[in-house]
């Protein structure tokens, strides 16, 4: 063999001995997928969101029942309220006093309508007893305006016991002048001092509503 196919082949040989040596490239390694940390992190995440939705009903029901127990206590309060009013009405109008005029024991248009305000609350107090006061202007010897005083009383009660009141519910009496009102002379004193006075004596702490 010549030198130059001895140098060919000694050439060739080194080359395929760089080839052989040169390094191949790495391939990167594909992440294995880790199934069971995200099925856990779902897990959390779910049961997370049905905490927050147990605690969001949980609180919204605890609203609804403070805002239900509100509206009750404030019918309750109304309803109280509108209660005590009616009373306080009912009793203002049992405690009107009725006038008479001069000397007269007569009752007026006024004095029976008066009369007829004080009705609904004896008729749905059935045990209630009442008393009828009469009383005089100063005029007058005191014999006189006591039994003056007398008759106007009774007439009030008579005209009770004719709408249906018991006879035996209303008591009568006559003071004559001697617990006026006002005091002085003059009409309009003396007209205020001709009344009747209205008390009730038996059930007036249980009252009911008419």
Known sequence: MSNRSLLVVAVAAVALSAAACQ????VAPVPAVNTDSINAANERARLEAERIARERAEADRIARERAEADRIARDKAE????ARAAMAAARAAFATA????????ELTSEAR???????PLLR???????????????????????ALSQRRAAAAK??????????????????GEERPAMQGS?????????????EIIVG?????LP
């Open 23 to 26: 390094k191949q490239p790495e």
């Open 79 to 82: 309803a109280e309220a509108r």
């Open 98 to 105: 009725i006038y008479f005029d001069l000397d007269k024991s």
């Open 113 to 119: 309508a008066a009369l007829d305000a004080k009705l």
């Open 124 to 146: 749905a107090n059935p045990n209630v007893r009442i008393r009828v006061a009469g009383h005089a202007d100063d005029r007058g010897s005191d014999e006189y305006n006591v």
């Open 158 to 175: 008579r005209y009770l016991v004719d709408q249906g009141i018991p006879a035996d519910r209303i008591d009568v009496a006559g003071f």
């Open 186 to 198: 003059g009409e309009d004193v003396w007209s205020k001092n001709r009344r009747d006075e209205f």
């Open 204 to 208: 007036g702490e249980t009252l009911r």
